[in-house]
């Protein structure tokens, strides 16, 4: 199996360019058979998550051309069965925005009950409540969600939580229901605002994303469009926060700095220097880096995907700091491994940490949880003093494209190997 296999204590130091969003990226490519002609989008990210879900919509009939690594055209014209399930789609969340475009579409769709990173229960409700409210009937058997409608009409809907993937799939269904859809108490991740952003260069009518409530006016038609994904929010902060807690030099090209700000906001708190240019955030961390708190909230609040890279930061800050999670009740596994590589971490309560900084970190062998996490022990190994192992990569891959070549630009020493034998010869070649 592969892994990586790091030498750590090396500053991360000079430029990396940031790829599409994940996250929005599968919206929009959900989002694209709603209209029976070819839509381009451009910028998505080359990582397992995205592939799996072009897969998914490849095996509907869906038109799925590949233009080059980061480009493809999608057609909704050629579309037979309105079932999306296979052992892949089984393992990630965001299958289920084939919901919501294919009951907008066709009133009727099967997909498989979303999994994803095991962060805590990530029950699809308000999905389910959004879309019966449009006029659907929901049912879960066999482990499949379907949801059918003989018509759909705009309603007025107010969501019990804030969930970026409610706000999304019953966007996307009610942009094909007659009248008036109104949404509120909506997540206004940046996400959201593109998918919204992207679905009206299609012809709809969405106004309203990126505040607490969206208003739809349903069309007949969708057209085909042409359409670039934004930078990706997480793989920019994940770099930022890499460059802080190895005490280095990191300018990270290709973002969107606003919505970078509660990021770059808690790297100030904690010492480091955050220039900010058009298109480009630098992170310089050169003096000692200080305690602080950090609460995870929806958009524009710190994201819970960032929770775990910036406790590793604190974790190697003087002082004492709190990390308290108010997303996700299972968050925190990381924390085991953490204090392998000698931090001082507890979590009260399962929503709480409490880390006291110590001043370095050792390097040991490490599995990766989930996703972000899997980056941010990546973080911490290159910040040890040592060499370090992660394994479970593949949850770092759903993620994070070219993660290893880009850590190795900005000078960190870091390998994918698949054995215990080429990881000696790595670092034997190192020494
Ligand atoms: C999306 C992101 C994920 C990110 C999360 C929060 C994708 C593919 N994933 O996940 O990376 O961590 O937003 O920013 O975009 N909830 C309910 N009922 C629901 C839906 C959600 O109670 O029907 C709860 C969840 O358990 C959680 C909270 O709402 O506590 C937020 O979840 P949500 O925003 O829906 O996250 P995802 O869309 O799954």
Excluded: W
Excluded at 18 to 33: E, Q, R, V
Excluded at 356 to 368: C, F, H, N, Q, T
Excluded at 387 to 412: A, P
């Amino acid at each position: 199996m592969d892994q990586f296999v790091i030498r750590g204590g090396r500053p991360l130091t000079g430029e990396v360019a940031i790829g599409g969003a994940k996250n929005a990226a599968l919206g929009l490519l959900a989002a694209s058979i709603m209209a029976d002609e070819p839509v381009i989008i451009r910028n998505i990210p080359d990582v397992s998550d995205i592939n799996t879900l072009l897969d998914a919509i490849a095996d509907t009939g869906a038109g799925v051309d590949r233009m080059n690594r980061h480009e493809v055209c999608l057609n909704g014209a050629t579309i037979r069965s309105y079932v999306v399930d296979n052992s892949y789609i089984r393992k990630m969340r965001a299958g289920y925005y084939m919901l919501g475009a294919m009951l907008g579409k066709y009133h009727y769709a099967e997909v498989a009950l979303p999994g994803g990173c095991t962060i805590g229960s990530r029950p699809i409700d308000q999905h389910l409540k959004g879309f019966e409210a449009l006029g659907a009937r929901t049912s879960i058997r066999n482990s499949m969600v379907l949801v059918e409608a003989e018509r759909l009409r705009g309603q007025h809907i107010y969501f019990d939580s804030v969930s970026v993937g409610a706000t999304i799939n019953v966007m996307m269904a009610a942009v094909y229901a007659q009248g008036r859809t109104v949404l509120e108490n909506v997540a206004k991740e940046p996400h959201v605002v593109d998918v919204a952003n992207f679905l009206n260069s299609m012809g709809a009518r969405i106004k309203g994303a990126g505040t607490d409530v969206i208003r739809i006016d349903g069309v007949t038609r969708l057209h085909g469009t042409d359409y670039t994904v934004i930078p990706d929010q997480i793989e920019a902060g994940t770099f930022m926060t890499a460059a802080a807690v190895t005490h280095g030099d990191v300018t990270v090209r290709n973002v969107i700095p606003k919505h970078l700000e509660c990021i770059s906001s808690k790297l100030r708190e904690i010492g480091c220097r955050v220039e900010e240019y058009d298109d480009a955030v630098r992170v310089i961390a050169e003096g000692p880096l200080k305690a602080t708190r950090v609460r995870t909230l929806p958009y524009p609040g710190f994201p819970t995907d960032m929770q775990p890279q910036i406790a590793v930061v604190l974790a190697v800050a003087q002082g004492t700091s709190t990390v308290t999670e108010t997303i996700f009740e299972n968050r925190f596994k990381y924390v085991a491994e953490l204090n392998r590589m000698g931090t001082n971490i507890s979590v009260e309560g399962g929503s709480r940490a409490v880390i006291i900084g110590v001043p370095e970190l050792k390097g040991a062998s490490l599995v990766a949880p989930d996703l972000r996490a899997g980056a941010a022990l990546v973080m911490a190994a290159l910040a040890a003093n040592g060499d370090s192992i992660v394994e479970e990569i593949g949850y770092i891959q759903r993620g994070y494209e070219d993660f290893v070549d880009k850590m190795k630009q900005l000078g960190g020493v870091i390998e994918t190997v698949d054995s215990e034998e080429e990881a000696r010869k790595f670092l034997l070649k190192q020494a």
